[in-house]
């Protein structure tokens, strides 16, 4: 009888599909998901060229050099990026206690943002690209994208300035910061309405490389770990204090540090010092955050053995520790100049947005599909498969390239010629191909269960937290 209803409802009502509650955070989950599978599958197809560079000969589509930015796309602004925005379309409204802005918006922005993803891997694919890190797509579409950043911010600022709560949380604080900041740095990044050229489009590039993940990603994610850890354990938060002191800090130590990228190339030396010193002074807001998540957790780590989406967050934060003291460290002149290069840099880029901001991108899904569909999850065993694939394909591709890259490093210190290293590192990239495989086959896994879950009976309502 209720399916009849909804059905006669939808009959009437064309926009009932895009009307309903928490249907754009659901369909941003579920494409989040699905660009989980196709960005890694891409990654693994990258990797097991680098590992057989003659493997594809006739199709220019498949080689490397195209392969690996659709990657990075697919897994940055697909994936990882589908997933936190969904995510914060169920958490904003909760904090704000209050509806999403607009339904209908948010679905729009989710099929035009789909509609950009794919125009973006055919383009990649056959060599239409802007040929720069993390700003690879050409201009046509960096111009849609920034449109869809600006109904971002609208769909988010409607739903806090319409709030019932007036107290502001620090996830609502990160989430409204990044939609202030990261639309000025994608537009002098990709250079939406203007050129560069030279030194000061290095300069600009890598003060954008750099700040997608810093002021994008990072905020986005720390910003939803303060929601879902107090949440999950019901601890309160540690410390109000050091969330506002990681918050401000963030925006003040984050935005110069590009440059680092750049410090053997003949940029301003004042610019490589502020870069160099502020990658260092990245410490004290990482050190606010891991502090006060790691002491919210206080008599409640046994809780990791059966609360998955607890799982996934507190896996991305001791990646993030990892990856935010590697940084300052590899950012100081003289490491940079032995480290730059190599496959080091390369496990570095993944311990961030792989280790950190992946696995907060899987626990969010896993821990907001539920509430938002009001279906159990179809296979709990599924969900830990995914995990543990996940985890240790990951941990087995930071061993590999951290590996190969210090092996390079000492080659090309002793003298060394490239081309004897590219054989000396083979047997890692072997390695990095076995880890690719058990990523893929952890997506294949994450897809199914979803699509089964979204698709499938709902669930009991005492169910609910039993799957947390």
């Known amino acids: 009888m209720d399916a ?58 498949l080689q490397f050099g195209r392969i690996r930015p659709t990657h990075i796309n697919a897994v940055a602004f697909g994936f990882i990026s589908m997933s936190t ?17 607009s339904e209908r918006l948010a679905n729009f922005l989710m099929i035009a943002w789909n509609a950009v993803l794919i125009a973006g891997v055919f383009c990649l694919t056959n060599g239409i690209t802007e040929g720069r890190e993390y700003a690879e797509l050409p201009w046509f579409l960096d111009i849609p994208m920034f449109l869809a950043l600006m109904t971002y911010i609208v769909i988010v600022w409607g739903t806090v300035l ?42 600009a590039q890598w003060f954008y490389g750099h700040n997608i993940l810093g002021l994008w990603f990072t905020t986005n994610g720390i910003g939803l ?66 502090v006060n998540f790691f002491l919210t957790m206080k008599g409640k780590w046994g809780m990791i053995a059966s609360n998955l989406p607890l799982r996934f967050f507190l896996t991305a934060m001791w990646f993030y520790l990892l990856t935010c003291f590697t940084g300052p460290f590899q950012a100081t002149r003289w490491i940079n100049w032995y480290l730059h290069f190599t496959h080091w840099v390369v496990g570095h880029a993944h311990f961030a947005l792989l280790g950190t ?60 010629v490239v081309y004897r290293t590219v054989v000396m590192v083979a047997p890692m990239m072997g390695l990095r191909v076995l880890s690719g495989l058990m990523i893929v086959a952890g997506q294949v896994l994450l897809v199914y269960n979803i699509l089964m879950t979204v698709f499938g009976a709902e669930a009991p309502a005492e169910a609910m937290e039993s799957q947390d």
């Open 357 to 416: 901001f992946g696995f907060v991108a899987w626990g969010a899904i896993y821990y907001c599909v539920p509430r938002v569909t009001g279906r159990q999850w179809y296979s709990r065993r599924l969900a830990n498969a995914h995990y543990w694939l996940s985890l240790s394909g990951t941990i087995l591709m930071m061993i590999a390239l951290t590996v190969a890259g210090l092996a390079q490093a000492a080659a090309w210190e002793e003298g060394t």
């Open 4 to 61: 009849q209803t909804n059905m006669a409802t939808a009959d009437a009502n064309p926009w009932a599909w895009f009307d309903k509650e928490h249907s754009a955070s659901t369909r941003f989950m579920v494409s989040g998901a699905i660009w989980a599978l196709v960005g890694t599958f891409f990654g693994l197809f990258a990797a097991t060229e680098y590992w057989a560079p003659d493997l594809v000969r006739i199709l220019p589509q």
């Open 162 to 203: 319409n709030r019932q709560e007036k107290q502001l949380y620090v996830t609502t604080w990160y989430v409204a910061g990044t939609t202030l900041w990261f639309p000025v740095v994608y537009l002098i990044g990709n250079r939406v309405f203007f050129q560069m050229d030279g030194i000061a489009d290095s300069i």
């Open 85 to 101: 925005v969904g995510a914060i379309f169920y958490v904003i409204p909760e904090l704000c206690r209050t509806k999403l802005y």
């Open 225 to 290: 770990t303060y929601y879902f850890l107090p949440k999950i354990t019901k601890n309160p938060l540690y410390s109000h204090l050091l969330s506002i002191v990681g918050f401000s800090t963030i925006a003040m130590f984050y935005t110069p540090t590009g440059t680092h990228h750049l410090l053997q190339m003949p940029v301003p030396e004042w610019l490589k010092a502020v870069a160099v010193i502020s990658s260092v002074m990245l410490l004290v807001p990482v050190m606010s955050v891991l």
